[in-house]
């Protein structure tokens, strides 16, 4: 029997605009998209998944956009609610969690040899083969998870799965965008965000393209042979069946384990990712950008465009819909998504970051960002040296060279690099803000300068805190150290005190 409509029932986490929490069908969420702020999950997956899921259902009930004029028109007059709502009737029956023969998101056939626990759904809970800090659920003796939790979960898996090994299926790896950065432009209420993000496809390829709920389910002997194809479109890749899954209910109670195998491979083609962005490699050519530990705004020029087609499509978008409607310019972007070693997730994060406005009117600011985080690593060479020095001659104590390796791991557990980078990223999204259309660009690289003068000096005067109260040995090689940040102090001083020569000239 037929059961849990996604349509209809609450599963899509959500923040109203007056700031209470909700859960909504597809329908509402959708048809009273401009009454919410936007998607909300403790997980960054589930958010970036929802997402997806909601901008494939737009994609295939709006029929488009086609190109940037029916974009346009759609910001100007907002989602049209009964090209929507006529889109969802037409596929009621693909919506149902459960269902003989189209469970959605499943395959109805698949008996797996082993049932395995939810948990598999979620990078952020225990798996029966990975082990989560703080998470304290027995895959030995499961919980049951709602219906809800269990449609997100599936969306999430879709779209975040890295490579499992062995498979009752055919191993198909990781999804596309698994270890990517998901980048968002986030725009006043729910219904412009998704707006901003509903990239043009070419008709032909509207056409052809199909979501997940409108394929039939791929048949056992297809996913234990060659299950490999190519994307159709946008909506088919946001909502891929990386993973076959099939949900078992317990009593109506909830479910408690699933079936879980590979799914649909992805063939390689040259249709890229609207809400990545891409860089590229001597060897391996355009590769997506990821998290890493150093942090993703040390590269976020990456996010902004320029004329090598590589920024995030949505940016350029956003940009596009929003230059005669300053008023709706999306003043953030979210960057989601988690990090891996092969199988094993080591985080999963949400990143937020001020769009600046002068993207609107300044081509010119992606490669001035890029000089200022240019300099920020040019300074941090100096305190990279300075740790060195002081490493080196803490360990000799006068007597030998030490060994490579353990200056290298002396100087990761001193406390100056991470918290000049840590006081910076704070700084930075002050300079990102600061950049509007009527800004003055000289003001603003002056307050750069300062902002990486204060925070080497200040990251310095920890680390000299951290280890002051050390023998003479400590001491000596202390002050010796220090030479490589004097001089950085100087040169940054003699920078700022020519830019402050130079003003009085400029005005008059």
């Given at each position: ?9 609450p ?33 960054p ?10 901008l ?30 006529a889109y ?60 809800a ?6 969306l ?143 590269d ?9 087609g ?5 940016i ?11 008023d ?22 949400i ?32 305190l990279?040296?300075a ?13 030998r ?69 050390g ?21 940054l ?16």
């Open positions: 029997m037929s059961r849990f409509n996604l349509i209809d029932e599963w899509i986490p959500v923040r109203r605009k007056d700031g209470s929490f909700a859960e909504l069908g597809i329908k509402d969420v959708l048809l009273k998209a401009e009454e919410l702020s936007g998607i909300e999950d403790p997980s997956l589930v958010v970036a998944s929802l997402y997806r899921f909601l494939a259902v737009l994609y295939r009930a709006l029929e488009g956009p086609t190109d940037i004029d029916q974009a346009k028109a759609l910001f100007q007059e907002g989602l049209p609610s009964d090209k929507i709502d969802l009737e037409k596929w009621r029956d693909r919506f149902w969690l459960f269902d003989e023969k189209y469970p959605f998101g499943q395959i109805p056939d698949f008996e797996p040899k082993i049932w395995r626990a939810w948990t598999v759904l979620a990078a952020e809970s225990n798996a029966d083969n990975a082990k989560v800090l703080f998470d304290h659920e027995d895959v030995e003796n499961m919980s049951l998870i709602s219906e939790k269990a449609a997100r979960g599936i999430a898996t879709q779209t975040f799965s890295v490579s499992c090994g062995k498979s009752e299926l055919s191993h198909t790896g990781t999804s596309p965008s698994a270890t990517a950065a998901l980048i968002l432009p986030v725009g006043k209420n729910l219904s412009d965000t998704l707006l901003l993000s509903l990239v043009p496809q070419k008709r032909d390829v509207l056409i052809l393209d199909r979501a997940i709920w409108e394929r039939v389910p791929e048949t056992l002997e297809f996913l234990k042979g060659d299950a490999l194809r190519v994307p159709d479109g946008l909506a088919d890749r946001y909502t891929w069946r990386i993973r076959s899954i099939r949900l078992k209910a317990r009593d109506g109670l909830g479910i408690q384990t699933v079936a879980f195998a590979s799914g649909v491979k992805p063939s390689h083609s040259d249709q890229s990712d609207p809400m990545l962005a891409y860089r590229i490699d001597e060897k391996l050519g355009c590769l997506p950008r990821q998290f890493s530990e150093r942090g993703l705004w040390r976020f020029d990456s996010l902004l465009p320029d004329d090598t590589l920024c995030p499509q949505v350029n978008h956003a940009i596009e819909l929003t230059r005669r409607h300053r709706r310019f999306p003043g953030s972007i979210m960057a989601l998504g988690q990090s891996n070693n092969k199988a094993k997730i080591e985080y999963w994060r990143e937020r970051y001020v769009l600046p406005e002068s993207v609107l009117g300044n081509g010119t600011i992606r490669a001035t960002i890029r000089g200022f985080l240019d300099l920020a690593v040019d300074v941090q060479k100096a990279y040296s740790s060195r020095q002081f490493a080196r001659d803490r360990l000799s104590r006068g007597e060279e030490p060994a490579t390796g353990d200056i290298k791991a002396f100087v990761s557990q001193l406390p100056g690099t991470p918290a000049y980078w840590s006081i910076l990223e704070a700084r930075f999204q002050e300079i990102l803000h600061a950049y509007t259309l009527d800004a003055d660009p000289d003001a603003i690289e002056h307050q750069w300068l300062l902002c990486v003068r204060s925070a080497l000096k200040d990251a310095w005067q920890l680390q000299k805190n951290s280890v002051s109260g023998d003479a040995w400590t001491l000596r090689a202390l002050v010796k150290a220090e030479a490589p940040i004097l001089r950085k102090l100087a040169e001083s003699s920078k700022l005190k020519e830019y402050q020569t130079q003003q009085p000239e400029e005005n008059g």
